[in-house]
């Protein structure tokens, strides 16, 4: 079994950690394809309420999503514009970015709660 799920989370390229994370996101909302600023809002609301935010970088958040980096630079943008979330970024002791925190407003994950509602 646990051959399996190495194996599974290396085809997708989701590490076993990261397939926890996206318990709860939702892969349709209203009979179709959830679109990858809604999964993006939906994993950030989790990560907050559970862990006060989510700590990684674009990219990062795209190979736990199976999505193109561009596509996550346009949600986080979109998102941030219409006031759903927010993002500080972190750095390391020499002062280089490392990625950043996200959180969502209270907005945000009222939304989220409507997404998932909506994909039930």
Known sequence: ???????????????????????????????RHAFGHERLLVLIANKTAAAGGLNMSKREIADVLGVNVHTIDRAVKRLKDEGLIEAVAIYDARGAQQGNRYRSTDVGVRQAGRLVGAAE
């Open 1 to 31: 079994m646990n051959e399996l799920l190495r194996h599974d989370a290396a085809a997708t390229r989701v590490t076993p950690v990261a397939a926890a994370d996206l318990e709860g996101v939702p892969s349709a909302i209203s009979g």
